[in-house]
């Protein structure tokens, strides 16, 4: 991943030159997908975010993750969906 200029130069995000790693070396590093968040109204007005050190996740598998911005994030949803196996009323 790169940052780009108002030239198009490109930075590497991650960095560059001795011990750079392939993303794939890294570790795990996770999104967030916006699908659920709680916090008490009084300490959200407080913090104003819901990540700070106090923050605890709950991982998500990605297929169960789409983020729909636009018309290919939709296709994409449809072909997941069209592809997965179909269940019953009761999840099985």
């Known amino acids: ?4 200029d108002g030239e198009t ?3 590497p995000v ?3 030159g001795p011990g ?5 070396d890294q570790a795990t590093a996770y999104a967030l997908n916006g699908a659920v968040y709680a916090a008490r109204t009084d ?3 407080k913090h104003r975010t819901f990540a ?6 709950f991982v998500m598998p990605w297929e169960r993750s789409v983020d729909i911005d636009g018309p290919r994030d939709l296709a994409l949803l449809r072909a997941l969906f069209n592809e997965a196996p179909q269940t019953n009323n009761t999840g099985v």
Request: net charge positive.
């Open 52 to 57: 700070d050190p106090m923050t605890r996740a």
């Open 43 to 45: 300490w959200f007005r």
């Open 14 to 16: 991650l960095g560059d």
């Open 9 to 11: 130069r490109m930075t």
């Open 20 to 24: 750079a790693q392939r993303r794939q």
């Open 1 to 4: 991943m790169y940052w780009l």
